[in-house]
């Protein structure tokens, strides 16, 4: 089945530095990756996704690169802010699991003011 | 426009006692989850049910039972408890299985002691 490996496992920043979180997969007809970010006693929640057929998405200071040929994708946060310390998780889905995601263990990020 | 609503937020069992997780979402979503979090082991699916009336085995299956009441509920069964199954649970729910992004609720905390 999908195997997702995600890196670092922690990840502390300076309030206004990037940070950058990579994730790769196992099953090449993975067509689907989506990343969530998790807040204390709460449910993750999406905040990026990209299929197959786009190597790049950006949403304000959140972008994901996606490279299909090495089997991995990455998460950017620029400018970051202290809210945005929390847990991130990546994920991968497609025909071979029926579409059911696989996640990432989780890098837990820390913005410092 | 609750969302996903999970009932109970925490629960004490016994080793051997039984209880049902109840999940209910109000976004008319087809395809439903249930995944459990446990420290450095991010998410992992334990049933899915991809529309209605249909229900399928994740990763971790063993020990839990299922079931699609309705469109919008799906509950998650512990038969006989164990230490094992002390975790977080999440249910989540999704337009369609493909390619959709994941509306999860807040988590159920579980001890079994």
Known sequence: GENVEQHPSTLSVQEGDSAVIKCTYSDSASNYFPWYKQELGKGPQLIIDIRSNVGEKKDQRIAVTLNKTAKHFSLHITETQPEDSAVYFCAAGGPDSGYALNFGKGTSLLVTP | NAGVTQTPKFQVLKTGQSMTLQCAQDMN????????????????????????????KGEVPNGYNVSRLNKREFSLRLESAAPSQTSVYFCASSDFMVNSPLHFGNGTRLTVT
Do not use: C, V
Request: aromatic fraction near 18%.
């Open chain 2, 29 to 56: 979503h087809n395809s439903m989850y249930w995944y459990r979090q446990d420290p450095g082991m991010g998410l992992r699916l334990i049933y899915y049910s991809a529309s209605e009336g249909t229900t399928d």
